[in-house]
């Protein structure tokens, strides 16, 4: 048999490797993906040059004069290029310090982000295995992505996560439903991804399929191109943020014309009348009315009345894309939607109901089997000490101070280590000015990175880590029917080390490599996670190959299964015997439990409450600027490669402004404008498109963080974005709720230098 071609899997897709002269050349799709990703590609020409890192490297200052060292200086000091042996002495030294002067909560590891495809060289699992041996650290709980959702979903249907896995199928979609209102659209850009590797994208043929079986698309969002434009989808723009007020002022129509399903809401629900008299106005004097609606929104209200009237009519799919939840209040879109979808009445039937965001990833309706495949054991965590995610600058801020999450309270710890392996802070934060001078603060930060991007640049020691093209692994994954064998491409660039050997190292050096290692190679390891997940799929009733075989085809498919999804099919069909995991059993409209937390940003049942920036409240700045994940890559993975650069204007990351806001300013395509507020500001390449709500600019995330002051030269939204909590239940952030201005940029124009590398220390000094 001829050797089968080199493979690699990527959160945006599966790739046939070209090499020549030990390089990298080329990435071809995967013969069985319909619709590739264009984003694999972007790697190709950075995985050596000035972007990677070669070599240990030591901020100077924090070398010279210890930990704690000029803090203000991250990301500007130069680097000292050091030996693996002097990097992991440091390193030692410094974790049995924090350890002994302040304990091991003074160690933040939660570590958030989405590294790279791979089960073994999971960045984030090998981390807190290290640490879990070296006595624990503070982590952090829920997401970026949806983490109001995490926190209120589960009150209101017992489980978030369970649900969205199951969410009803593209097919079941097409074959029953008449109208799908999608509620953040259906953003295919979004649907490149899967975290964790997939194997054929399917978003494209989902929406195409349902489109031709007649599905009517709804589209709800300040962005046109949020649906196809191939289906023709109605659009609907209201003011950003207003969500919730929307679905509110549809329920409202549902209960004042009686169009609401009562013998659902009896036997599946509890709490609709508390709901009910809140929509009626009975608690707070405001009825919830479609005019009330359309004030707020920026809509008409007949358009309102029209869409209630043909939802109550049609078979229909409501569909809440995530980035409702990235907003103020982000708890109440999500659950204000799953009260209108229960008073349809249609949740549990095929085809209709609720679905948790369309595309927002690869896996999003896809019917597959579930299989529960193994991790690298992370050990236990002795530590008790955590912060919602996205608290990240009010801990380094306030160290001791009382916070509220999910009905208690709890307390920051005094963080004087910050380990961060597989995530960019730089990119994922929000307000990053306040947040750069909150970093100043720890006494050491370290940073596994293989990219000198904004991340590396503000750690004191940056541990030089491979790509997923420079060591061997397998992608297996539940969200995806393809499990690929992951195939080491060339050697490692320079020093590098995977994460694994990085840690291993650490671990020699306090004495437990033995207990991090269990006496396995990453080879050993790997064939351990897989012949785990073998059985747990045989328990599933999957028939996985044998290693062996394995190896040799190079990925396996696991067929799906006969029956489509249908999220909540069983509770439809039997609540008694399959009941939510709710206080109820039943879907809570008002939930006791939430009511009995007694927040004020967070009532027993959805309600609508003005978020912190909007359209209605327009005073020093006017635009609301929509920072949604980005069409060319990954968050702020390849930025730097030629994918992403291809899609810039003037150097800069676009942002798509509505003619008659260009207008109003002077602006032109090609432009390069200051967007700006109270935060800070960041320059951008206008695009001037009608494809937006007026009113509205879109400046997506990913480029790289390249401060000159307070002014991000590149075009990080993060600048100008807000950093608050959703609310004291799940203190989720709020990234999709800014109000800016814009201006043209005048003088000459600073150059972008993240792309290159930091100012480094000659080596002979
Ligand atoms: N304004 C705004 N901000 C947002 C959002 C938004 O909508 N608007 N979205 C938010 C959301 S949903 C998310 S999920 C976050 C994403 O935020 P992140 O997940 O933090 O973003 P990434 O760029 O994916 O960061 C992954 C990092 O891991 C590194 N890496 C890759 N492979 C490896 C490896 O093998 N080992 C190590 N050590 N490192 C590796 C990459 O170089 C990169 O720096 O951003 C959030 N931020
Ligand atoms: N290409 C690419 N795909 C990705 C990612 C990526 O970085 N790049 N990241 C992945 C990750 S980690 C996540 S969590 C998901 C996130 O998935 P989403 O949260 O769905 O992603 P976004 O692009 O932030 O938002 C989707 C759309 O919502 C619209 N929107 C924003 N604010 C509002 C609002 O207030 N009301 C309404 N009705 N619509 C609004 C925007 O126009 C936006 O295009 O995407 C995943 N997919
Ligand atoms: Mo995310």
Known sequence: MAPRDILTSTHWGTYRVERSDGRVTALHPFEKDPDPSPIGPGIVDVLDGPTRITA??????????????????????????????????????????VRRDHGNA???????????????????????????????????????????????????LGSFRGHLERTTSWRSVAENADLLVAFGGVPLKNGQI????????VQRSGVAAAHAAGVRFVNISPL????????????????????????????????????????????????????????????????????????????????LRDLARRMAASRTMISVSWSLTRQDHGEQPFWAAIALASMLGQIGLPGTG????????????????????????????????????????????????????????????????????????????????????????????????????????????????????????IALTSKDPFQVVMDAAIAPVGAARSDHDIFRGLAAELGFEAQFTENRSPEDWQKWLYDISRQSAARAGVSLPEWDRFQADGYAEVPAPERETVLLEAFRADPEAHPLATPSGRIEIFSQTVDGFGYDDCPGHPAWMEPLEWLGRTKDYPLHMISN????????????????????????????????????????????VRVFNGRGACLAGVRVSDEIRPGVIQLETGAWYDPLGDTCVHGNPNVLTPDKGT????????????????????????PVTVHGAPPLVPQAE
């Open 727 to 750: 609310s004291k239940l799940a203190q989720g952030p709020i990234a999709h709720s800014c109000l800016v201005e814009i201006a043209r940029h005048e003088g000459p124009l600073p």
């Open 194 to 201: 899967s975290q964790g590797g997939l194997g054929a994208h």
């Open 629 to 672: 994940q980005p069409r060319m890559k990954l968050h702020s993975q390849l930025d730097h490669g030629s994918v992403s650069r291809a899609d810039r204007v003037a150097m800069r990351a676009p942002v798509i402004v509505h003619p008659d806001d260009a207008a109003a300013r002077g602006l032109r395509d090609g432009d390069v």
């Open 354 to 473: 609720i679905g948790f965001g369309y595309s927002a990833m690869n896996y999003v309706g896809q019917t597959r089997r579930h299989v529960d495949y193994a991790a690298l054991p992370q050990g236990r965590n002795p530590v008790g000490s955590f912060i919602p995610v996205a608290r990240i600058t009010d801990m380094l801020e306030n160290p001791g101070a009382a916070f509220d999450y999910n009905g208690r309270r709890y307390t920051y710890p005094d963080i004087r280590l910050v380990w961060w392996a597989g995530g960019n802070p730089f990119h994922h934060h929000q307000d990053l000015n306040r947040m750069r001078r909150a970093w100043a603060r720890p006494e050491t930060i370290i940073a596994n990175e293989w990219c000198w991007n904004s991340h590396a640049r503000h750690a004191d020691i940056v541990l030089p880590c491979t790509t997923t093209l420079e060591r061997s692994d």
């Open 106 to 156: 003074a160690i933040y590891a939660g570590s958030y982000g989405w590294a790279s495809a791979g089960r073994f060289h999971h960045a984030q699992g090998q981390l807190k295995r290290f640490l879990n041996l070296a006595g624990g650290f503070t982590s952090s709980v829920n997401t970026y992505s949806y983490a109001a959702a995490e926190v209120i979903v589960p009150h209101v």
């Open 224 to 303: 046109r191109s949020d649906v196809m434009a191939a289906v023709g989808a109605e659009w609907i723009a209201p003011r950003p943020s207003t969500d919730a007020a929307m679905m509110l002022g549809l329920a409202h129509v549902l209960l004042n014309e009686d169009l609401h399903d009562q013998a659902f809401l009896d036997r599946y629900c509890v709490g609709f009348d508390r709901f009910a008299a809140y929509l009626r106005g009975e608690t707070d004097g405001t009825p919830k009315t479609a005019a009330w609606a359309a004030d707020i929104c920026g809509l008409h209200e007949d358009a």
């Open 56 to 97: 240990p490297m030591v901020r100077e200052s924090w070398l010279r004069d210890g930990p704690g060292a000029r803090g203000d200086l991250r990301g500007s000091d130069r680097f000292v290029e050091v030996s693996w042996e002097t990097a992991n002495r440091l390193v030692a030294d410094e974790i049995t310090r």
